[in-house]
């Protein structure tokens, strides 16, 4: 058992929610919802990092102490909820036919994008700093991003450092593969992968905010899509 001190304040709620009858415990349950929802609307954007930053750590140390015992009864009332979920859910009926709506009725914003006042200035600062920003063309290696500065107006950073007569991403260099033919323009990931003449091969791992990194050796394996390019319209 764990050493936790209980407070007297702590006993009588629960003796309080042990003898509540049901009625009882939903108007809690969502007065309580309710609480949290406003608490969590009037919170800045720092707050609301903090908090979430908070929220993962304690999961993090929650599941790595619980036991077996611990995770089978976790997980059966996920398996649980999931269930009641689903019996709640209507239905699927088949889809009617979409009515176009007015212009004014499009125009309006849904409860789902009605922002909070502090997410409202967030993201006016994040649309002023984009707005701020200019790409510039690197006529050698015809790269373009925000970041890039061109040195004398001739070409980026890392061109100009290269003494070379050719530059090793420059045309001169068959490192320019130009530009995008009208046939190849708008075609999905799939579409690629069918006529690319290269398959790459390399370990890609999800890190722990959401984005993606790759590390060790990637492999290049030739694909021969003369015959199956042939077929294509």
């Known amino acids: 058992m764990d050493d936790k001190i209980i ?3 702590t006993a009588r709620k629960r003796k309080s929610r042990e003898n509540e009858t049901p009625e ?3 108007v809690r349950i969502a007065k309580q919802c309710e609480r949290n929802r406003q608490k969590k609307a009037a919170e800045t954007a720092e707050e609301r990092d903090a908090r979430r930053k908070c929220e993962r750590e304690r999961k993090r140390q929650k599941l790595a102490t619980e036991t077996d015992q611990k995770r089978e009864r976790r997980l059966e009332n996920n398996r649980l909820h999931k269930q009641a979920i689903r019996a709640k859910e209507p239905r699927q009926v088949r889809p009617q036919q979409v009515v176009p709506q007015p212009q004014q009725a499009r125009d309006e914003p849904s409860l789902a994008s009605v922002l909070s006042k502090p997410e ?3 993201l006016r600062k994040f649309r002023d700093k984009v707005d701020k920003l200019q790409h510039s063309l690197c006529p050698v290696c ?3 991003f925000p970041s890039i500065t061109l040195i004398k107006g001739e070409c980026c950073r890392r061109c100009y450092g290269k003494k070379n007569s050719i530059k090793k991403f420059s045309s001169n260099n068959d490192m320019d593969p130009g530009e995008v033919p009208e046939e190849l323009q708008g075609l999905t990931e799939l579409e690629e992968m069918l006529i690319a003449r290269v398959f790459p091969v390399m370990s890609v791992y999800r890190l722990r905010e959401g984005q993606h ?5 990637v492999i290049n394996f030739p694909q021969d899509v003369q015959e199956f390019a042939t077929y294509l319209p």
């Open 7 to 9: 407070t007297r304040s």
């Open 24 to 26: 009882r415990r939903e």
């Open 120 to 122: 409202k200035v967030l």
């Open 142 to 144: 015809n790269e373009s």
């Open 213 to 217: 990194g790759y590390r060790g050796n």
